[in-house]
């Protein structure tokens, strides 16, 4: 639960930072397009302010050169003036497209002040047309209305406006520059702050999992020794056990030997004492088969066995193993199909072929019911001797599938006819053939039988 806790303290510490390192990223390209913004807006600002009063400026020079002309009467007083005509209109179309980019003056106010600077330079020539053709008291009547004056008034008051708007809007973008600098410098010591305690954190963490790895190795090597001990231990105890199992195959192997050699004289024997004789044997038998299993496990597991090849007729071999199997099929009226297809002669690993063929042959002998059927088919097919081995005994459960080839496991499934097994048969088998790239598969299902496919490495030898 600790542990646990300083993770998810330690991963949020982590994602803070993260966010805290994009937020300053973030901010720092913001930054520099606030920055850029607002030297645009200054310079934006700076341009229209003065081309607006460049235009007032405009208007009264129109005005001076007027009123030289009307008192002197000399055109030349007023010619410097004419160009200005043609500049107020370049520079107010100047002035319209910076305004409309700031965009915080009011359309109506541009589109008025268009409107009065237009009527102003209209008067101005119409005065001066009239001086011309009516003389200087027409001139001073159309001058003397005061239009002219009202008309400038509201030019310039427009312009202080515009002045006051720009000088608002500058104000504005240097307030949101100094917040941003301000949010930005806050991150960045967040960010520094946060990287601290991280890099704290982790020096800790790192501390506290060297520690634990420390304990971790030392727990470890304690093992070992144990497991070592215990290895020790197991193979003297193998050791033991293969010494006392080949020590006792010979007086059981002895003992069955006698045994069966006693129940030949049958008639010498009363119905009780066949019975006990009987009984003997199939111990023995049992015993016998047990200790071999084990000495086959210790030899497996010293990899004793070796893939040992010899030439053999498997026509000849497996009808005489079939002969056999028929016999004790035959006591639990238990009928045997065979179907051998192979090769003349073969080069095998003869010891593993017949281990294989007794341990499924008698399998399935051994778990069928009686009056039923066991079919053994052997085939050549693909550099491999394959053999099939099929029962309609009572199947596997899925379940149990898994632990088929497994050593000491037994299954649900029980012999027919009080035959008894060690748990090793399969195992052995599955072992062997592993050893000598062989395999074993098993096709089965609760209530239609079981099916065993072994294949077996083989060579085919060709006669001339």
């Known amino acids: 639960m600790l542990k646990s806790i300083r993770f998810h303290f330690v991963y949020t510490l982590i994602t803070i930072a993260i966010l805290a390192a994009l937020a300053s990223i973030y901010l720092k390209f913001e930054g520099d397009r606030q920055r850029l913004e607002y030297n645009r807006t200054v310079i934006l600002t700076f341009e229209i ?27 030349s007083y007023f010619e410097p003036f004419l160009g200005s005509f043609d500049e107020l209109a370049v520079m107010f179309e100047e002035f319209k497209n910076l305004a409309f980019t700031t965009n915080v003056i009011p359309s109506d106010t541009i589109q008025k002040l268009e409107d009065l600077i237009s009527f102003r330079k209209h008067s101005i020539l119409e005065s001066i047309t009239i001086f011309e053709n009516q003389g200087f008291a027409a001139a001073q009547t159309f001058v003397s209305t005061g239009e002219g004056k009202r008309t400038m008034d509201e030019i310039r008051n427009i312009q202080r406006f515009i002045n006051i708007l720009e000088n608002d809007l500058l104000i504005s973008r240097s307030q949101e520059l100094y917040d941003f600098n301000t949010r930005f410098t806050f991150f960045n010591y967040a960010g520094l702050l946060f990287s601290i305690i991280i890099m704290f954190a982790s020096a800790l963490l790192i501390r506290r999992k060297a520690q634990k790895n420390d304990t971790l190795l030392n727990d470890i090597s304690s093992v070992n020794i144990k497991l070592s001990n215990s290895l020790e231990n197991q193979l003297l105890k193998d050791k033991y056990i293969g010494m006392a199992a080949h020590d006792l195959r010979n007086p059981i192997g002895a003992i069955f030997s006698y045994s069966e050699l006693i129940m030949a004289e049958k008639e010498n024997l009363s119905a009780d004492q066949f019975d006990s004789m009987n009984q003997i044997v199939n111990l023995a038998e049992h015993s016998l088969k047990m200790l071999g299993d084990m000495l086959d496990v210790q030899k497996i597991d010293e990899n004793k066995f070796g893939n040992q090849l010899e030439d053999i007729e498997p ?28 090769p003349n002669e073969i080069r095998v690993n003869k010891s593993v072929l017949i281990q294989v063929f007794d341990n499924l042959v008698s399998n399935a002998i051994k778990y069928s019911p009686h009056g039923s059927g066991v079919w053994v088919d052997l085939k050549y097919h693909n550099e491999k001797l394959q053999l099939r081995v099929k029962d309609e005994g009572p199947g596997i459960p899925a379940n149990e599938l898994p632990l088929l080839f497994k050593r000491f496991e037994k299954l649900s499934n029980r012999p027919t006819g009080g035959e008894t097994s060690t748990g090793l048969g399969l195992s052995i088998v599955n072992d062997r053939l592993d050893s000598i790239n062989g395999s074993i598969e098993c096709i089965s299902e609760p209530g239609k039988g079981t099916e065993f496919i072994a294949s077996i490495p083989v060579i085919v030898i060709e006669k001339d």
């Open 49 to 75: 302010t003065i081309l607006v009063n460049e235009i007032v400026a405009n208007l009264v020079d129109l005005e001076t050169g007027q009123r030289g002309y009307f008192i002197t009467g000399d055109r």
């Open 315 to 342: 026509g000849r071999l497996f009808s005489n193993l079939c002969a056999v199997y028929k016999a004790k099929a035959e006591d639990k009226n238990i009928t045997l199909h065979t179907n051998i297809e192979a």
